[in-house]
Nanobody, 121 residues
Framework: VQLQASGGGSVQAGGSLRLSCAASGSQNIINVMGWYRQAPGNLRELVAGITRGGSTNYADSVKGRFTISRDIAKNTVYLQMNNLQPRDTAVYYC????????????????WGQGTQVTVSS
């Protein structure tokens, strides 16, 4: 599975960005898709996730400002980020969980290459 993320960039505080991530190359169901971020010197942290059924979860720090959505047909996940703040500056990584239904059903996790989001005050 390949994950291609796009949409990062530089904005001023209060601005908005929309990240997109398309999954390709899978012959199986993609269950959960989501976004993590990592700022310099920090651990990678979950930003938001969405299941195939549409259930979502968010980090407390982004609730009310970020919205995750998904296009099942396109295997694409989006992250609408509003009211961005300098603390949101990080590399954002897309993730996808593939459900492999073979003799031993299991899941496999994939990561995108990361896209930089920079918010200036």
């Amino acid at each position: 599975v390949q994950l291609q993320a796009s949409g990062g960039g530089s904005v001023q505080a209060g601005g908005s960005l929309r990240l997109s991530c398309a999954a390709s190359g899978s012959q199986n169901i993609i269950n959960v898709m989501g976004w993590y971020r990592q700022a310099p010197g920090n651990l990678r942290e979950l930003v938001a996730g969405i299941t195939r059924g549409g259930s979502t979860n968010y980090a407390d720090s982004v609730k009310g400002r970020f919205t995750i959505s998904r296009d099942i047909a396109k295997n694409t996940v989006y992250l609408q980020m509003n009211n961005l703040q300098p603390r949101d500056t990080a590399v954002y990584y897309c993730t996808a969980e593939e459900v492999v239904m073979d003799s031993t059903p299991h899941t496999k996790d994939y990561w995108g290459q990361g896209t930089q989001v920079t918010v200036s005050s």
